[in-house]
Nanobody, 124 residues
Framework: QVQLVESGGGLVQPGGSLRLSCAGS????????IGWFRQAPGKEREGVSC????????YYADSLKGRFTISRDNAKNTVYLQMNSLKPEDTAVYYC?????????????????WGQGTQVTVSS
């Protein structure tokens, strides 16, 4: 059974950091492009970051460059999203998703496998 499981969310103060994990089971993540998306209440799901499987290229939403970093640990079959200098507007449910193509896109409808999401709340 193909599964993606996110973890690492929580409550953090503005300016703080969190590292989200996306663990795969039932399939090998390094054969897929993996994306991180987020959805805040009342808003559409938006692309945050993506890492390709072909050459490890990384992509970020323009507004997040410099604060978020995506990475893979193939030995652990896990993709991470390091989030620094968090702001209240980063509050959302964060999802990881797998695309059965090696290259990245930042639109959610191109991804066929999704995790259940992890809540990130940035508040003082």
């Amino acid at each position: 059974q193909v599964q993606l499981v996110e973890s690492g969310g929580g409550l953090v103060q503005p300016g703080g950091s969190l590292r989200l994990s996306c663990a795969g089971s039932g399939f090998t993540l390094d054969y897929y492009a993996i994306g991180w998306f987020r959805q805040a209440p009342g808003k559409e799901r938006e692309g945050v970051s993506c890492i390709s499987s072909s050459d490890g290229s990384t992509y970020y939403a323009d507004s997040l460059k410099g604060r978020f970093t995506i990475s893979r640990d193939n030995a652990k079959n896990t993709v991470y999203l390091q989030m620094n200098s968090l702001k209240p507007e980063d509050t959302a449910v964060y999802y990881c998703a797998a695309r059965t193509v090696q290259t990245c896109v930042m639109m959610p409808w191109f991804y066929g496998y999704w995790g259940q999401g992890t809540q990130v709340t940035v508040s003082s």
